[in-house]
């Protein structure tokens, strides 16, 4: 009994809400976590007892009301899993904060990139680095208008904003590396750009920044299965050396990161997942 107290005062869901149809949102009761996070730090979860253990970096905090704010894609077993919880059900696990927050000082002027749920990791550093007084352009890219998230509070917490989507059913049609390219150009002098979404998008946003010289930093959230470093499972290679993300990032220099071999990593357990997602579906068809 005082262990089910105990989660119920950590991990209960107190808030959630859909954001588009593959994407949604839960405020989690947490306020150890709450009291120390940063933006650019993650929490590791499980729904239930049985789940897989999933990290997720922190959309946002509130250390008054004690809440830590995740986002996520719903994707895998897991997530579909955790999706079917509801506000005022409890969550397993939820520990955190992990991983080294975003370095935000000293910056004066910030082009911060999201693209697709990766803007969910942009949004806390974009308000951060406002809060700090520097002058932040941003841009969300999405494949559509129906899976934009987060508008609002970008607007709220950013001098410019540029909407983009594939198809141009609502900002501007083009690619995140559009419009950045189109703000350098325009007499925009950056100290740093921060690039959070896809591995190829950051690859390529790397690849332009590059080019004008500008620092440019990189999210990475490869396969991670303890957070502390042990497992090896979310190893990169960044400047010609193993690095693991979960203790030595997530955040790392885009320039020195080798992109291509992320990416490989990152499919070798596509069948895996597909496999979890089709038993969830049968799990959850029972259940219903």
Do not use: W
Not at 159 to 176: A, F, P, R, W
Not at 231 to 258: N, S, Y
């Amino acid at each position: 009994m005082q262990k089910e107290r105990i989660e119920r005062i950590m991990y209960q869901i107190v808030r959630k809400e859909s954001l588009n149809p593959t994407v949604s949102l839960m405020e989690i009761e947490a306020p150890l976590i709450a009291r120390k996070a940063e933006p650019g730090q993650f929490i590791i979860f499980r729904a239930k007892e049985d789940s897989e253990r999933v990290p997720l970096t922190i959309a946002d905090f509130d250390r008054e009301k004690g809440t830590v704010t995740i986002i996520y894609q719903i994707v895998g077993g897991a997530t579909m899993e955790l999706d079917t919880l509801k506000a005022g059900d409890c969550l397993q696990d939820f520990v955190g904060p992990l991983g080294r927050p975003s370095e935000t000082d000293g910056l004066k002027k910030v082009a911060v990139v999201g693209g697709g749920v990766g803007c969910a990791i942009a949004y806390p550093i974009a308000k951060k680095l406002a809060g700090l007084g520097c002058e932040v352009h941003s841009i969300a890219g999405f494949r559509n208008k129906d899976l934009v998230i987060l508008e609002q509070q970008f607007r709220d917490v950013s001098t410019v904003l540029k909407i983009m989507t594939d198809d141009g059913s609502y900002g501007e049609k083009g690619l995140v590396t559009n419009a950045l390219e189109s703000l350098i150009q325009a007499g925009n002098e950056y100290d740093e750009v921060i690039a959070i979404g896809p591995v190829i998008m950051m690859k390529f946003v790397c690849q332009l920044t590059k080019k004008y010289n500008i620092r440019t930093i990189v999210s990475m959230n490869p396969i991670m299965i303890d957070g502390t470093g042990m497992c090896g499972g979310c190893r990169l290679t960044v400047g010609g050396e193993t690095k693991f993300a979960c203790v030595d990032g997530p955040d790392f220099d885009g320039h020195l990161v080798d992109f291509d071999e992320a990416m490989h990593r990152g499919t070798m357990y596509r069948d895996f997942e597909a496999h979890a997602r089709e038993a969830s579906c049968n799990l959850l068809k029972q259940e219903g």
